[in-house]
Structure formats: C-alpha cells, structure tokens
C-alpha cells in the first residue's frame, strides 16, 4: 500500500497571517473574528498564537458566498 492511499487525519493548519491572506482580511479581522467564535481556530503554545484549519476558512467562504 502507497502512502498515497491512506487518508491522514491531520489538518493543514494555518497561521493568522495565511489565514488572513487567504479570507483577504486584516490579521486584526481574524484575531478578532476567532476570540468572538466567528472563527473556529485553535491556540498553540505558551503565547497562545492562533491557528485555523483550512476547512474552517473554506466553510466561511462558502457561508459568505450564499
């Protein structure tokens, strides 16, 4: 079996500034969006930085689409 073939469960997970270019927003805009749960992310480490799974910006576009 490849490595191809199985399926990982990790995520790509981006910092706030990808994430930021990613949704075409400020890095402020992100921060503020996932410390009001408008932005589902995840801190890291002792300084709390943030990180987003890519799923989650895609599934905003989506809801900001409609």
Do not use: H, Y
């Not at 990613?22 to 969006?33: E, K």
């Amino acid at each position: 079996m490849d490595n191809k073939d199985v399926k990982s469960p990790i995520q790509e997970l981006l910092t706030v500034s990808k994430a930021a270019t990613f949704l075409c927003v400020s890095v402020t805009t992100i921060r503020r969006w996932a410390q009001q749960g408008i932005l589902r992310g995840v801190k890291l480490g002792k300084r709390g930085d943030w990180r987003f799974a890519k799923e989650d910006l895609l599934k905003m576009v989506r809801t900001n689409e409609q």
